[in-house]
């Protein structure tokens, strides 16, 4: 786990990985990991689609397989969807073929350009060859909404404390976010919205 905003090693680690967009634009970009499933995504999309906003859900295969018709409801209302492999799988202990398999087998269901390491973090190999194959999302706030330690109001004090021009910030559609979500993601559109930032994909 990584504080708030990563680490500057981490971003030369992964220097062709999209880590925060244009800095002289007013303008941040939500993006959901983990999902889709029934007891989170809905709600989420609620919420968006109540606010007029586009996010980047950052999708596990296998759930994608699972969940067709959520999956397809997040493209048809104008979202933006990424690979986050098929299992959420950690690098750490996966071969060359084993991690970068799992992530093409989930690419089957997804179909998308973009991928985003779970964990934020995948070994050299891994990277060289993905970056050929997709746009490598990672981020430049991210939450820790999953955190049991943080309470909802912690997650609302981080995007305030962080969100920056052109921060891609992190949420989770997950069985460990969203009851704080239910709380913390209105507060922080209207947190965002109050200080003049414009809500964008990628």
């Not at 967009?21 to 007891?39: C, N, S």
């Not at 996010?55 to 397989?65: E, H, S």
């Not at 202990?93 to 997804?110: D, L, M, S």
Request: hydrophobic share 40%; net charge positive; glycine share 4%.
């Amino acid at each position: 786990m990584f504080i708030e905003q990563p680490a500057i090693y981490l971003r030369w680690l992964y220097p062709r990985a999209l880590w925060r967009m244009d800095r002289h634009q007013k303008a941040v970009y939500l993006t959901f990991d983990d999902g889709p499933i029934p007891e989170a995504t809905p709600f989420i999309l609620d919420i968006l689609r109540e606010q007029g906003i586009k996010a980047t859900f950052f999708m596990v295969g296998d759930n994608v397989r699972k969940y067709p018709q959520l999956f397809q409801q997040v493209k048809a209302e104008g979202h933006r969807v990424g690979n986050h492999t098929h299992n959420h799988i950690g690098a750490l202990n996966k071969t060359y073929h084993e991690y970068c398999y799992n992530v093409e087998h989930a690419n089957a269901y997804i179909k998308s350009p973009l991928f985003r390491p779970p964990h934020g973090w995948m070994r050299p190999v891994h990277y060289f060859f993905l970056r050929r194959r997709y746009t490598i999302v990672m981020w430049d706030l991210v939450t820790r909404d999953y955190s049991k330690w943080l309470t909802a109001e912690g997650v609302v004090d981080n995007v305030k404390r962080y969100a920056r021009n052109g921060s891609i910030i992190t949420f989770h559609d997950s069985l460990k976010s969203i009851d704080k979500l239910r709380v913390a993601l209105p507060q922080c559109i209207t947190w965002l919205r109050e200080q003049g930032y414009e809500f964008r994909v990628f």
